[in-house]
């Protein structure tokens, strides 16, 4: 009697055709590099066609293009110091010293992220405002002339409206990255006797250094291209690279000097999104 040999077929794999890799190139590149060739080309070349270095050597010595260079590095700094320091204290109460609600507060915060900046800058102009609650109630009690308090039209009234908004973009890694730390540990050194800012420091911090690289890359990186706070506080004198953009290109029809400005714009965002990205890689986050 023959015995029918049974032949293992190979299941056929169809690989999804090469050419699906079209349609959304095309739609990147008129969506996204073809307006960013628009801008480069009239950054560098005049009307006729020709490198225009001396435009592009006088607007980047300008002292207007400076001062906003200056402001954009010194507010973005400073509220990423902020947002660094506000998240780390918020995510260590949150995370390690149990409360009724804490899960509602971490909840709530993170809905800061959804709400459009203009919200938070519009909430901070009734409660600091020249006419806000703050200055009234003061200027009722005191009998004063004036509104005492003003630091909101300033730099530091945009730096704490972009501590306001970007503290959930280091809240939120740090409390991920605090619910893997082993309990364990930081029981076993307070029965040793350590005290709870040596814990912090010697077993917690080490588990959030990378969520703390991460985020404040992040938010260095949002802070740089902020526009609407800035813009809505009217801080007198507080321009930034954004604004500036704005500024040239709306206000004044400089087409030129706000393409020349917005390619150091995007310069410095690309620098600082491969640093976040570096960041992410190297320490797993």
């Known amino acids: 009697m023959s015995e029918a040999v049974a032949l293992d ?19 990147l590149a008129l ?8 801008i480069a080309r009239q950054a560098f070349l005049d009307d006729s066609g020709v490198a225009n ?7 980047l010595h300008s002292r207007f293009f400076l001062n906003a260079l200056i402001n954009t590095v010194t507010i973005s700094v400073t509220a990423t110091a902020g947002c660094l320091i506000v998240g780390l204290v918020l995510a ?14 971490a909840r709530l915060i993170d809905t800061f992220i959804a709400l459009p900046t203009f919200l ?5 102009t009734f409660l600091y405002g020249s006419a806000g609650m703050l200055n009234t109630g003061l200027m009722e009690a005191f009998s004063l002339p004036l509104p005492p308090v003003d630091f909101l039209y300033s730099t530091w009234g945009v730096v704490l409206a972009e501590v306001t908004v970007y503290t959930p973009f280091i809240l939120r890694p740090l409390l991920a990255a605090f619910s893997l730390v082993d309990r364990g540990q930081i029981e076993a050194a307070s029965v040793l006797g350590a005290r709870p800012f ?3 420091r010697q077993v917690i911090l080490p588990a959030a250094v990378p969520a703390l690289i991460a ?13 609407g706070i800035v813009l809505f506080i009217g801080a007198k004198g507080v321009i930034t690279l954004p604004l500036l ?16 400005i917005a390619v150091v714009n995007i310069a410095l965002s690309l620098g600082l999104f491969g640093l976040y990205r570096f960041a992410a890689g190297r320490l797993g986050v």
């Not at 077929?9 to 739609?27: D, H, Q, S, T, Y």
């Not at 969506?31 to 628009?38: D, I, K, S, T």
């Not at 270095?53 to 607007?59: L, N």
């Open 9 to 27: 077929v190979p299941a056929i794999r169809r690989e999804p055709g090469k050419f699906w890799i079209v349609p959304p190139a095309a739609l």
């Open 31 to 38: 969506l996204f590099f073809y307006p960013l060739a628009l």
């Open 53 to 59: 270095a001396a435009e592009i050597f006088r607007v």
């Open 92 to 105: 260590l109460i949150l995370a390690f010293v149990p409360f009724p609600g804490s899960g509602f507060i």
């Open 120 to 124: 938070v800058t519009l909430a901070f």
């Open 198 to 200: 040596r814990i912090v």
């Open 215 to 227: 985020g404040g890359s992040l938010c260095l990186l949002l802070t740089v291209n902020e526009f």
């Open 245 to 260: 953009i704005y500024g040239k290109a709306i206000q004044e029809s400089a087409y030129q000097v706000a393409c020349i």
